[in-house]
C-alpha cells in the first residue's frame, strides 16, 4: 500500500505539508496527538517537526485542502486494495481495523459472525483515525454495503487522541450517510483492545510480570498467582516476554502463534538464500516502526527478510530470537522505536535490556554478533529496508555461523 | 529463594559428552532467576547448537515439574517422561540435581547451573544478595533482623571488628555494608541497644555439623541456651602479671612499641629496633601476621624479643587463622614461653592480604577469645570447661578505633568486652588532641587503662598512602601541610617536624587527658621513637 520507488530513499520524510496548497486554518496543528505541527500565531504558517511526527496520518485526513501528503495509505492505493479484496472475498462487507487493537483474522471473523455478516474484505491501518470521509463514500461507490470500523478503544490509542477523533470523524460519515439515505447499520463502529492473560494454572508465582509491567495492570494477589487487571492492561506484552512459564498470552501475539510463524518463515531460509544470494534473516519489529511491509496482507517477505511485526519492542520474547537462529536463520533484527517514542511505556528499553542479556548467552554459540537492534521509525520512508540491507552487509562480513 | 547461575555452555557439553538424548528439566520452585518452562527451551535450542559447533549431536527435549527437590513429585510427574532420555540436565539447584539422582538411579543426572546462596532479589538493581547462611540458630530476633552471621565477611557475633569505616566493610573493598553498623543502628531506632549490648558466647557449631538432616522428632525438640554473666562496666581490678600492668597499676605513664615480624627467617632486624626500645617503652607489641600477609609466626617472635632485647611482649593474636583449639594450643605454649600480654584482636579479613585465597576460620571473634581467655586465667579451664593443668597467667588487651563512626557503637562494643574482664586497651591512631579528648571522654566511665595509638610518618609518601589508603585515618590539614612544607625543605627536615609535632602531641595528650600512656607505632623506623619520647617530657617529671 505504499507508493514509493524501489529506489533508495531513507531519510526521505514520509509527511510533508505543501504550503503552496495550505489554506492556513491550522486543523492540522490542532489535531497533531503529538504537538509535531506548530503553527505561527501571526502568519498561521504550519510547520511540521519531522522528528516529532509518529506517521499516524490524522493531520493529512483532517486536512480540507488536501495539502499535506504522506506516503502511507493513500486514498488511490487503498481503494485499489479494497477492489482487490472485494474480489477475492466474493464480499461487499468490508473491515477497517487499528494496528493497535491487533486483530487477526481469527478475531475480525468471530466479529462478523456476531453481526451475522460472513467473509469481508479488510483494511489494517496504523491508525482508524487516519482515513479521510471520501475513502468511505468511494468504498460504497464501488459496491459496498457494509462497513466495520474496529478503532482501538479511546484509552489504549496508541495515537493518544487519535482514536477519539478518528471516531468522532466515523459518526459525522454515518450521519451524513443516514441523511443520504443509506441504511442506519451502513456503518458500524465497534471498538476493542489488546489485552494480556494470564493462565494461573501455569503461573509459578515469581512476579517478572508485575515488576515488568508498566501499567501496574498485574499483582502477586492470591499468593503464588498473578492476578491481571484487564482495564490497566496495554497490550504491550512485556509481560509475555518475560514469564519464565509461558503462563501469559497477549490477544494476537501469543508464544505459540509467533513460533509457528518464525518456523513456517524458516522453511523458506533456503530459498531465501538461494534467490537472493543473501543471508537469510528473521526481523521481529515493533508494528509503529514500520508500516507497509508490516500490513498483514504483505506476505511478509522484504528480499531476504521475513517480517514479523509485534505490538511493541516490549513483546521480543528471547525464545523467538533463539528459535529463529536455531531453525536456520542467519541473522535475527529487532526493531524498536526511538528512545522516547515507544507508543506503550518502555517497551523499547525493555527489549533492550533483554537482548542485552540475550547476546552474551548466544556469544557461547557465536551467534551474538548476528542479533541486532536498531530503531525505525515510518517517519523515514523505508527505513526499516535500509537498516536490513545494512544488517545484510554486517553479516555478510562475518565468518560462517558454524550452527544449524 | 536459592539463587543459582547458569553454567557456561561449553561446561554444560562437556558433562553431556557421552549421551545424545537429554531431557532438560526445569525447575519452578525457589531458584532464582526461575528456570521454568522457558529456560528450559532455551537451554535446549542452545546446547544444541553448541553441540553442532563441536560436531556433537545432541537432542534436547526441554520440560519443568513443580519443585525437583521433592521425591514424590520427582517420581510422579518426571517418571512418564524419562524412557528415551539417556541423561537429564537439571535446572535446578544442586538439591533438585541430587533429588533427580537419587529417584532415577540410572539417569545420569547433570546440573545447569552452579548454586550460590540464600538471597533476596533486589529488582531495582538487578541483583541478588546474600540473606542467610541457613546456621541453624537464628539469631535475628536479636540483631535488628540483620544477620551477622551472613552480612558479616566474619560472620562475628560480637561485631563490629575494627574493619569497618563509616559502616562500610574492609571486606570486599569498601562496597559492603558492616552488618555490625546496620545492626547498631537498627537496634539504635528501635531502643534495643540492650540486645547490641549484650556478649554471645562462642557459637557451638555442632549445630551446623554436615550433613544435616531434620526428622520428625527433631522439630519438637528444645535446646538448651547458654548465656555469659555480664560482669561490671567499671573495669578489672586484677592482678599484674608483668612489667606494663605493673607499671600501669603504679600509675606512671607508660609507652609500648610495635614490631613486625616480615616474611622472612632472620629476626635480626625485629630483635635490633626492640633493644632501640628498651629502657623508653614499658612493653613492645609483636604483631600477629599484620593486613593478612603470611609472615613469620607472632608467639616465636614475642618470646625471642623477650629473651634477646629483655623488653617485655604484647602477643597479638588475631581469630582469622585459628579456630578454639589452635587458638588455646598457642595460649598454652605462650605461656609456657613466659608471655605476660595478650591483645585479644579479631584480624584483618583474609581477602585484604597476600593470600586473599585462603579461607578464614574466624571461630571466635575478639570478645569470644577474651571470654576464653578469662576461663583459662581464672578458672583453669577450657571453652568447655576442661581442666587445663598448670594454667597460664597473662594481662589482657584489647583494639579500639577512636575514630570509629559511630564512636558510640564502638564504645558500646569496647563495654562489651570490658564486662568480661580485660585489663588494658590499646587503640588505632590520632592525630590531634581532639581527637584524643573526645575518646577519652566517651570511654572514660570504663575505667580501663587506655593506651591511644600514636604513628608517626616515616616519610611523606607513606604519609600520602596512609592518608588515601588506610581507612578511618584523620590526618589534620594544617599537620598535612605542615609536613609537607618541611619536605620541601629535606628529608631530614620531614623527619624532624615530626619529632617536633608527635613530641608535642604526646605532651598534651599526656597533660590534657586521662589516658594511662601511649602506643607508639614506627615500624622499620623505630630509632625515632626514642628522640620522641625524650623530647616530649612526658617520662621526666
Redesign the interface.
Known amino acids: 500500500m505504499t507508493e514509493h520507488s524501489s529506489q533508495d530513499t531513507h531519510m526521505q520524510p514520509s509527511v510533508r505539508i505543501d504550503a503552496d496548497h495550505c489554506g492556513r486554518c491550522t486543523v492540522c496543528s490542532s489535531v497533531c496527538p503529538f504537538d509535531a505541527i506548530s503553527a505561527d500565531v501571526s502568519t498561521a504558517e504550519v510547520k511540521l517537526d519531522i522528528e516529532k511526527c509518529q506517521v499516524c496520518g490524522i493531520c493529512s485526513s483532517a486536512c480540507p485542502a488536501s495539502a499535506i501528503e504522506t506516503v502511507y495509505y493513500n486514498v488511490d492505493p487503498l481503494l485499489k486494495h479494497v477492489d482487490r479484496q472485494m474480489r477475492e472475498k466474493c464480499s461487499d462487507t468490508l473491515v477497517l481495523t487499528c494496528r493497535g487493537s491487533g486483530p487477526s483474522q481469527k478475531v475480525i471473523t468471530s466479529q462478523l459472525e456476531k453481526m451475522q455478516l460472513g467473509d469481508a474484505a479488510s483494511v489494517i491501518l496504523p491508525c482508524v483515525g487516519r482515513v479521510p470521509p471520501e475513502l468511505l463514500l468511494e468504498t460504497l461507490k464501488m459496491g459496498i454495503r457494509k462497513l466495520v470500523a474496529m478503532p482501538c478503544e479511546d484509552e489504549y490509542c496508541r495515537f493518544k487522541d487519535g482514536s477519539m477523533i478518528g471516531t468522532r470523524r466515523l459518526l459525522l460519515v454515518r450521519a451524513t450517510l443516514n441523511q443520504l439515505g443509506f441504511e442506519p447499520d451502513t456503518l458500524t463502529v465497534s471498538k476493542r483492545s489488546i489485552k494480556a492473560h494470564v493462565d494461573s494454572s501455569r503461573c ?1 508465582g ?1 512476579g ?1 510480570c508485575g ?1 515488568t509491567c508498566s501499567y501496574g495492570a498485574i499483582t502477586m494477589a492470591v499468593p503464588k498467582v498473578a492476578e491481571l487487571n484487564p482495564e490497566a492492561c496495554s497490550g504491550c506484552g512485556a509481560c509475555t516476554a518475560v ?4 503462563a501469559i498470552t497477549l490477544d494476537g501475539f501469543d508464544y505459540e502463534s509467533i513460533s509457528q510463524t518464525i518456523h513456517d518463515y524458516s522453511l523458506l531460509v533456503p530459498k531465501i538464500r538461494q534467490k537472493t544470494k543473501k543471508s537469510a534473516i528473521l526481523v521481529l519489529s515493533c508494528q509503529w516502526g514500520e508500516f507497509s511491509d508490516l500490513d498483514p496482507d504483505q506476505e511478509g517477505l522484504v528480499e531476504n527478510a521475513a517480517l514479523i511485526g509485534l505490538p511493541c519492542a516490549g513483546r521480543v520474547d ?2 523467538h530470537v ?2 529463529a ?2 531453525l536456520g536463520f542467519d541473522g535475527v533484527l529487532i526493531g524498536a522505536c526511538d528512545k522516547d517514542q515507544c507508543k506503550l511505556k518502555e517497551g523499547n528499553g525493555k527489549a533492550e535490556q533483554r537482548i542485552g542479556s540475550l547476546k552474551k ?1 548466544l556469544a ?4 551474538d554478533e548476528r542479533l541486532e537492534m536498531c530503531s525505525v521509525s515510518p517517519r523515514n520512508v523505508n527505513d526499516l529496508n535500509h537498516k536490513i540491507r545494512l544488517f545484510t552487509e554486517r553479516l555478510n562480513q562475518l565468518p560462517a555461523k ?3 | 529463594m536459592i539463587v543459582t547461575k547458569e553454567k557456561s555452555l561449553a561446561e554444560i557439553s562437556s558433562m553431556l559428552a557421552f549421551h545424545k538424548k537429554i531431557l532438560v528439566v526445569g525447575c519452578d520452585g525457589c531458584t532464582t532467576p526461575p528456570r521454568g518452562l522457558r529456560e528450559a527451551k532455551a537451554f535446549a535450542m542452545l546446547i544444541e547448537m553448541n553441540g553442532k559447533l563441536q560436531n556433537k549431536e545432541f537432542t534436547c527435549r526441554p520440560t519443568t515439574m513443580g519443585k525437583q527437590c521433592d521425591n514424590y513429585e520427582v517420581r510422579t510427574t518426571l517418571g512418564p517422561q524419562t524412557q528415551d532420555a539417556q541423561a537429564m540436565l537439571s535446572l535446578a539447584c544442586g538439591v533438585g540435581v541430587q533429588t533427580l539422582a537419587e529417584v532415577f538411579p540410572n539417569i545420569p543426572t547433570y546440573p545447569a547451573q552452579d548454586t550460590i546462596f540464600l538471597g533476596s532479589q533486589d529488582r531495582d538493581n538487578a541483583a541478588m544478595h546474600e540473606r542467610c547462611r541457613a546456621c541453624g540458630e537464628c539469631l535475628l530476633g536479636e540483631t535488628g533482623s540483620v544477620c551477622p552471621i551472613t552480612r558479616c565477611a566474619k560472620g562475628l557475633l560480637n561485631g563490629p571488628c575494627g574493619g569497618q569505616v563509616k559502616g562500610k566493610c574492609e571486606a570486599g573493598g569498601w562496597k559492603n555494608d558492616c552488618a555490625w553498623i546496620l545492626i547498631y543502628n537498627r537496634l539504635k531506632e528501635r531502643s534495643e541497644l540492650d540486645f547490641y549490648k549484650k556478649f554471645r558466647i562462642p557459637k557451638d557449631y555442632r549445630i551446623s555439623e554436615h550433613p544435616r538432616s531434620l526428622s520428625a522428632e527433631a522439630l519438637i525438640e528444645k535446646k538448651p541456651t547458654a548465656e555469659a554473666k555480664a560482669g561490671s562496666p567499671e573495669g578489672r581490678k586484677g592482678e599484674a602479671y608483668g612489667e606494663l600492668m605493673k607499671q600501669i597499676k603504679e600509675g606512671r605513664f607508660v609507652f609500648t612499641g610495635e614490631l613486625e615480624p616480615m616474611k622472612t627467617t632472620d629476626l635480626k632486624e625485629v630483635i635490633e629496633s626492640a633493644k632501640i626500645l628498651k629502657g623508653h617503652v614499658a612493653a613492645i607489641n609483636v604483631t600477629d601476621n599484620p593486613t593478612a600477609f603470611g609472615f613469620f609466626n607472632g608467639l616465636v617472635s614475642s618470646y625471642l624479643v623477650q629473651q634477646e632485647s629483655g623488653v617485655e611482649a604484647v602477643f597479638q593474636i588475631t581469630t582469622r587463622d585459628r579456630n578454639r583449639i589452635a587458638l588455646l594450643s598457642d595460649v598454652l605454649a605462650a605461656g609456657t614461653l613466659g608471655i605476660k600480654n595478650i591483645l585479644a584482636i579479631t584480624g584483618d579479613y583474609t581477602t585484604v592480604g597476600d593470600m586473599p585465597q585462603g579461607k578464614p576460620v574466624f571461630d571466635l571473634d575478639s570478645a569470644t577469645l577474651v571470654y576464653m581467655l578469662r576461663k583459662v586465667i581464672d578458672e583453669g579451664l577450657d571453652l568447655n570447661g576442661n581442666k587445663i593443668e598448670h594454667p597460664p597467667k597473662f594481662n589482657i588487651g584489647i583494639g579500639a578505633s577512636p575514630n570509629a563512626d559511630p564512636l558510640e557503637a564502638e564504645v558500646l562494643k569496647i563495654e562489651r568486652k570490658v564486662r568480661l574482664g580485660v585489663d588494658f586497651i590499646q587503640t588505632q591512631c590520632v592525630y590531634s588532641l581532639e581527637q584524643a579528648e573526645c575518646f577519652m571522654e566517651a570511654v572514660s566511665y570504663l575505667k580501663t587503662p587506655t593506651l591511644l595509638g600514636i604513628a608517626p610518618f616515616k616519610s611523606q609518601a607513606m604519609m600520602d598512602w596512609m592518608i588515601k589508603f588506610v581507612p578511618g585515618i584523620k590526618v589534620p590539614p594544617e599537620l598535612e601541610q605542615r609536613l609537607r612544607k618541611a619536605r620541601e625543605r629535606s628529608k631530614e627536615a620531614f623527619l624532624e617536624e615530626n619529632t617536633e609535632f608527635f613530641s608535642e602531641l604526646i605532651h598534651e595528650i599526656h597533660d590534657e587527658t586521662s589516658v594511662a600512656g601511649l602506643h607508639l607505632m614506627a615500624v622499620g623506623f623505630e630509632w625515632i621513637l626514642p628522640k620522641i619520647i625524650e623530647k616530649s617530657g612526658v617520662l621526666r617529671g
Open positions: 509459578i515469581c517478572n515488576y514469564c519464565p512459564a509461558l528471547d525464545l533463539l528459535e537462529f536455531h548467552l557461547e554459540v557465536n551467534l558454524g550452527v544449524a
